[in-house]
Structures are given as C-alpha cells and as structure tokens.
C-alpha cells in the first residue's frame, strides 16, 4: 500500500507479479473484481469483513455482480516490465535464482531489516509490476489498510459489471435465468428461437423438425407441432398475429404456418424476416468494428433498441455470454453458464422486443462420446440488474 486517503475514498497500491501463468491469462489485471478480493484479504475484523464473507470474497459470480457497490474506478497510473516477449517469459518461469519476495512473516515494509527491503524493491524493479490508484464508494472498505501494508495473494481472471449511471434496467442478470426450458427429447438438439413481435411468445425448434411455442408471461408450453422431414433454418413469426412460420432454406419446399393460439395449421404469406444489423443495411458501410480478443463467438444478436450486443462463445475453459455497450464497446456484464471442456454449447440467441427478456439455447454435448449432442436447454435472462446494493452496510 503506497498511499490511503480516506476522505477522498482513494488509495494507492502497488502489485507485483512473482508467479507468472501467463498461458490462462495475463499477469496483470485491470479489473475491479481483483482489488475487491484484495482489499478482502486482510478485513476480518472490519466494516468490509462484516459485509462481505469469506465464502463470498472467493465466489467469482457473487464478486463480478457486487464489485460496483464497493469499487468506483480503478486506473492503472505506473506500468513496470511488461508486457513480455516469450523469451522473457522462459526465463522468469526458469530462473532459480530470480529474486523473490519474501514471506508474510515479515513486518511491515517500513519495518523490514535493511537488506530484505532491499531484496523487495529489487524484486519490484526486476518483476512485472504496476501501481494503481482505487477509489471505493465508501472510506470504510478501505480504513483497515495503511501504508506500508504488503501480502502475497492470487489473481485470476474475473470480470466485474460495469455499469453506467442509470444503465443498470437496461441490462439482462445473466446470473440468474428466471426459467431453464427443456423442450426436446435428448435424442434432439434445439436450433433456432424467435420472440413474437409483441413479446407474448417464444418458439424454438429442432434439428428434427419439433417446433414449441411458450407463453412469456409464464414459461409454460402453448403449443407442440412437429414438421416431419422438414427441418428449418428460417424461424418467424407473422407480424400483429399469434402465427409462426416455418420456412427450409431451400426456396422451393413449402412454409410451414400454425396459430399458436387455435392451435392449428394456417395459410400465411411467405415471410422474408427482419434482424437488426451492425452494417448499414442500405449500402453495406460497415458502421463499427468492435473487438474481441479471448472470446470464439457462437452467436451475436443486437439489443431492439441497437444500444448492446449480446454474444455467446467459448473462452478459455467456459462457456460465456457477454453483454457489451455500441458506443464504447465495453463490455457491461459476462457470466460463464458452461464451464470445463464446454459441457454446453450455444448457438443462438434472442432480445425480445420490448426488451424485457433475452433467451439463448444451449446444446448439451457428451465430450466422452464424441461430442455427441444430448439434448439441450433455453436459458431466459430477464433485462434489469439490481439498482441497490443486496449487502448491507455496517453499523
């Protein structure tokens, strides 16, 4: 700890990396969630210690969602060795000789024997490092440090919410679905979804051709059918009427229509679909080009209003879905459904549109089995994060 001004909820600290597993992630972290847990770290016996447990301190979803109750912002100010050539890395992972830190058992740092703070300034000059300064919301979350304050702990990869003033009802808890559906057999594997245009139902089908519709309001099936030898790629609803439509993408074979409602097969005319885009639709300029570094997208679908992007895909180990914001590109919220050598895989998406509700299919894969699809799940987020704090605060 480098500094610690309690009126202006502000510290500064200094993190040095000694051990370097850089093949699952980056040394350094810029992310909130990380200077959450390190400010847990020592607060047993204050304010922070008596909102937030231990168990919950090492629970990685409940830290990424509450994170923004207790850090403001975190800028990176001071940046030493890094980054690093993968020469440089070899020789930090193999050389025994590198000077290390040393242990807890120390005293402070203002009251290290000269030669061991010595030994700790060279590690920090000789190490990848950086300093950071860290505004809390709150003074309390930070009245047990003090300058001079030094411990070894852990950094992985978390990733805290970020949210603008105001933003969080626009944003779907993709923590905490309020349905799973499981509409087919594990013999079938779901494929494609669509919300009715005035967010009253939602249809998903299958590779084999089975088509179910739900009631949004209570995530009951309506309405079963099955279009035998006929599996479609073109899922869509007939705007201002309770009818879905089926259509292969071959042009030739026939559409396929039923009210939902009656439950009947209808005639409807054939429908051409509408999807919002990220290019401009009347002559093809590409509007923005947002990157996406550690994340193998399986599916993207823009927000009703075009204010978010919602993605699913594979990082490292997980299976995730990321909301991320147009205009700055940031990424808002993302939570891992599927986790180990993807369990679950996702191939498509749906924003309902009012906005209330996203929905996304999920194929459950059985790796031991050759990857063989078992079946699957629609996971339905409603849009809306908290906007006060599910801790309490001190006394």
């Not at 120390?106 to 030994?119: G, K, N, S, T």
């Not at 309390?140 to 990869?157: F, M, N, S």
């Not at 498509?348 to 799940?377: I, K």
């Not at 996971?379 to 006394?395: D, K, M, N, S, Y």
Request: one cysteine or more; hydrophobic letters at 35%.
């Amino acid at each position: 700890m480098l500094a610690v001004d309690l009126p202006s909820r502000r510290i500064r600290l200094r993190s040095t990396v000694v051990y370097y597993d850089t093949g699952s992630h980056a040394p350094l972290t810029d992310d909130a969630s990380f200077f959450l847990r390190v400010f847990g770290d020592s607060a047993d016996d204050a304010p922070l210690g008596d909102v937030m447990t231990r168990d919950q301190r090492l629970d990685e979803a409940w830290v990424d969602a509450n994170t923004r109750w207790f850090i403001e912002s975190v800028e990176r100010i001071a940046t030493r060795n890094y980054p690093l050539t993968d020469e440089e890395v070899d020789e930090l992972l193999d050389d025994e000789d590198r000077v290390s830190f040393p242990w807890e058992e120390e005293p402070r740092f203002d009251e290290l024997p000269p030669e061991v703070a010595a030994e700790l300034v060279l590690s920090e000059e000789t190490n990848v490092g950086a300093d950071y300064d860290v505004v809390v919301t709150d003074p309390r979350w930070i009245e047990h440090l003090t300058v001079g304050d030094w411990w070894r702990t852990t950094a992985y990869p978390t990733h805290a919410d970020r949210l603008l003033p105001g933003e969080a009802t626009a944003i779907p808890d993709l923590r905490h679905p309020v349905a799973v559906l499981k509409p087919f057999s594990r013999e079938d594997e779901p494929r494609h979804l669509a919300f009715s245009d005035d967010g009253r139902f939602l249809a998903v089908n299958s590779e084999g051709g089975e088509l179910v519709v739900y009631d949004a309001t209570s995530w009951r099936e309506c309405f079963r059918a099955r279009a035998d030898n006929s599996f479609s790629s073109w899922l869509m609803w007939v705007p201002g009427e309770p009818v879905i439509t089926l259509r292969h993408h071959e042009e030739p074979r026939p559409q396929l229509a039923y009210d939902v409602v009656r439950g009947t097969p209808v005639e409807a005319p054939p429908q051409s679909g509408r999807s919002r885009s990220v290019i401009d639709p009347a002559d093809g300029r590409t509007l923005e080009v947002i990157e996406n570094d550690d994340i193998k997208i399986r599916s993207l679908k823009v927000s009703p209003g075009g204010d978010y992007l919602a993605i699913s895909g594979e990082s490292p180990g997980k299976l995730e879905v990321i909301i991320q914001r147009v205009s700055d590109h940031q990424v808002v919220t993302r939570h891992a459904i599927g986790r180990g050598w993807y369990p679950l895989q996702t191939y498509e998406m749906a924003w309902s549109p009012d906005g209330q509700w996203l929905a996304a299919h999920l194929t459950v894969v059985e790796v031991n089995s050759g990857w063989e699809p078992m079946g699957g799940e629609t996971h339905i987020f409603r849009v809306g994060l908290p906007t006060e704090p599910a801790v309490p605060g001190p006394e």
